[in-house]
C-alpha cells in the first residue's frame, strides 16, 4: 500500500511504501536532520530559569539522601569533598563515623600495608555505630583475619 505525503522540510510531494502505522513526515534523512538541527536551534534547556534547569545531587528529583549501599556491602555517603571521596563524591560510612570520633580524617588507603583500616567488631558492614568499628593496620587486619 503506498502512503502520499508532503514533506515538513522541503514541501515537496512523496510517495512511499507504508510500513505498519508509520506516519511519514520528511522524504528523506536529509530533510529530517535540517528540520531536527538547525543552527539557529537553541538547546532545549538554554536560557531557562534555574529552577527549570536540570537538577543534580541534592536538586535532583531523583537525590535518594545520598547514601546507598555498594556492590560489596557497605554503606557509601555522598561527602564530595572529603580527601577520600571517590570520582562520584561517595566515601565509606565506616570512615566518616570513625574519623568524627577521633576528630581527624585518616590517611587514603595504600597497598604498603601501614595504613590505617576501619574494622567491624561484630563483622556486619552495615552496622557504623563508633562502638562497633575499632582501628587497624593493614597488616593487623590481615593477620587478624586469616587467624580465625
Given at each position: 500500500?503506498?502512503?502520499?505525503?508532503?514533506?515538513?522540510t522541503?514541501?515537496?510531494?512523496n510517495?512511499?511504501?507504508?510500513?505498519?502505522?508509520r506516519?511519514y513526515?520528511y522524504?528523506n534523512?536529509?530533510?529530517?536532520?535540517?528540520?531536527?538541527?538547525q543552527?539557529?536551534q537553541?538547546?532545549?534547556?538554554?536560557?531557562l530559569?534555574?529552577?527549570k534547569?536540570?537538577?543534580?545531587?541534592?536538586r535532583?528529583g531523583?537525590?535518594?539522601g545520598g547514601?546507598h549501599?555498594?556492590g560489596?556491602?557497605?554503606?557509601?555517603?555522598?561527602a564530595k569533598k572529603?580527601?577520600?571521596?571517590?570520582?562520584?563524591?561517595?566515601?565509606?560510612?565506616h570512615?566518616?563515623a570513625?574519623?568524627?570520633?577521633?576528630?581527624?580524617?585518616?590517611?587514603?588507603?595504600?597497598n604498603?600495608?601501614?595504613?590505617l583500616?576501619?574494622?567491624?567488631?561484630?563483622?556486619?558492614?552495615?552496622?557504623?555505630?563508633?562502638?562497633?568499628?575499632?582501628?587497624?593496620?593493614?597488616?593487623?587486619?590481615?593477620?587478624?583475619?586469616r587467624?580465625?
Open positions: 500500500m503506498l502512503v502520499t505525503f508532503i514533506c515538513a522541503c514541501g515537496k510531494q510517495t512511499k511504501r507504508k510500513k505498519n502505522d506516519v513526515k522524504c534523512r536529509e530533510c529530517a536532520k535540517l528540520t531536527r538541527f543552527k539557529d537553541v538547546s532545549w534547556n538554554k536560557g530559569p534555574s529552577e534547569q536540570p537538577m543534580f545531587g541534592k535532583s531523583n537525590w535518594r547514601r549501599e555498594d560489596h556491602g557497605y554503606v557509601l555517603v555522598f572529603h580527601p577520600c571521596a571517590n570520582k562520584s563524591g561517595y566515601v565509606r560510612e570512615r566518616l570513625i574519623e568524627e570520633t577521633l576528630g581527624f580524617y585518616l590517611d587514603k588507603p595504600n604498603k600495608g601501614d595504613d583500616i576501619v574494622h567491624h567488631i561484630n563483622g556486619n558492614t552495615l552496622d557504623n555505630k563508633p562502638d562497633n568499628l575499632q582501628i587497624m593496620t593493614r597488616s593487623e587486619h590481615t593477620k587478624y583475619h587467624g580465625k
